[in-house]
T-cell receptor, first 111, second 116 residues
Framework: AQRVTQPEKLLSVFKGAPVELKCNYS??????LFWYVQYSRQRLQLLLR??SRESIKGFTADLNKGETSFHLKKPFAQEEDSAMYYC?????????????FGGGTRLMVKP | ETGVTQSPTHLIKTRGQQVTLRCSSQ?????VSWYQQALGQGPQFIFQ???????GRGNFPPRFSGLQFPNYSSELNVNALELDDSALYLC???????????????FGAGSRLTVL
């Protein structure tokens, strides 16, 4: 079975503060990890995936297989980062495998 | 380039009825996935379609069924509706090439189903 846990339902920070949204997973094979984001009144959209090793909108995430984590980080939060963030997991290279989402973390960046 | 469109946006049904939700894929995409999102929770995988065949299914009963058409559009059918089926149903399309890409999803806005 595969599982994704996002321990914080809500994370509130001030503008300019560092942000870390936590994601832990459980999966027996080789995982592929994603972060999806939903801004207010917009659709759910892909933010980044671990195999791309990109920084998107200043966000980065590193897959730590030892700790089975894929935390999302940004050094300086902006008000426009306020959104719902979902961590998601599938099996690497298995196109038909399900994408399992965590319960989501709402990030609020205060001015 | 057109995005993913879903219809209807909202609908109300009663217990025991049947519902069909529709989805048009983003242009150029060949794979469609359906998710159920209950209030306050993350999306839950229902199934995925590729080449008009079911290509992966989550923990949903057989009364949840689907179709993918040659133009890559898709339908989700739910029979014998139950109160717990009330949720936002999300369709997402993707471009599968070989064994990768299927989970790089472009989501629609969703169909909100209320079962009374």
């Amino acid at each position: 079975a595969q599982r994704v846990t996002q321990p914080e339902k809500l994370l509130s920070v001030f503008k300019g503060a560092p942000v870390e949204l936590k994601c832990n997973y459980s999966y027996s094979g080789s995982p592929e990890l994603f972060w999806y984001v939903q801004y207010s009144r917009q659709r759910l959209q892909l933010l980044l995936r671990h195999i791309s090793r990109e920084s998107i909108k200043g966000f980065t995430a590193d897959l730590n297989k030892g700790e089975t984590s894929f935390h999302l980080k940004k050094p300086f939060a902006q008000e426009e980062d306020s959104a719902m963030y979902y961590c998601a997991l599938s099996g690497l290279g298995n196109a038909g495998n399900m994408l399992t989402f965590g319960g989501g973390t709402r990030l609020m960046v205060k001015p | 380039e057109t995005g993913v469109t879903q219809s209807p946006t909202h609908l109300i049904k009663t217990r025991g009825q049947q519902v069909t939700l529709r989805c048009s894929s983003q242009s150029g995409h060949n794979t469609v996935s359906w998710y159920q999102q209950a209030l306050g929770q993350g999306p839950q995988f229902i199934f995925q379609y590729y080449r008009e065949e079911e290509n992966g299914r989550g923990n949903f009963p057989p009364r949840f069924s689907g179709l993918q058409f040659p133009n890559y559009s898709s339908e989700l059918n739910v029979n014998a509706l139950e109160l717990d089926d009330s949720a936002l149903y999300l369709c997402a399309s993707s471009l599968r090439t070989g064994s990768s890409g299927a989970n790089v999803l472009t989501f629609g806005a969703g169909s909100r189903l209320t079962v009374l």
